[in-house]
């Protein structure tokens, strides 16, 4: 099992920037994908960027290309989301998820672990 704890959203103007962290606990954290997702009010739950953990190869939605930027630290057992340029409509609920698949995972049903959510607000 792996535990995921998502901190660090909150509200910011456009144009702003927030950094969310995932804590990890439980099994060997090395051997996962950790992924971001996102899912605003009344929409399906988004990809948002990932990282494989063996390589350290990132990748991300389109939507966030350019502004966003995930990285980790092993030693820390931590994985970051660094979001800049915000917009309105980057407003949701921002999940932490962790996959034992190796590959670049994009899709929810690759994940099987979740943290709880952490909430950043982007206002206009």
């Known amino acids: 099992q792996v535990q995921l704890v998502e901190s660090g959203g909150g509200l910011v103007q456009a144009g702003g920037s927030l950094r969310v962290t995932c804590a990890a606990s439980?099994?060997?954290?090395?051997?996962?994908?950790m992924g971001w997702f996102r899912q605003a009010s009344g929409k399906e739950r988004e990809f948002v960027a990932g990282?494989?953990?063996?390589?350290?190869?990132?990748y991300y939605g389109d939507s966030v290309k350019g502004r966003f930027t995930i990285s980790g630290d092993n030693a820390k057992n931590m994985v970051f989301l660094q979001m800049n340029s915000l917009k309105p409509e980057d407003t949701a609920v921002y999940y932490c998820?962790?996959?034992?698949?190796?590959?670049?995972?994009?899709?929810?049903?690759?994940?099987?672990?979740w943290g709880q959510g952490t909430q950043a607000t982007v206002s206009s």
């Open positions: 439980g099994r060997s954290f090395s051997t996962y994908t």
């Open positions: 998820a962790a996959s034992i698949n190796f590959g670049l995972p994009r899709n929810k049903a690759s994940f099987a672990y």
């Open positions: 990282i494989s953990r063996s390589t350290g190869v990132t």
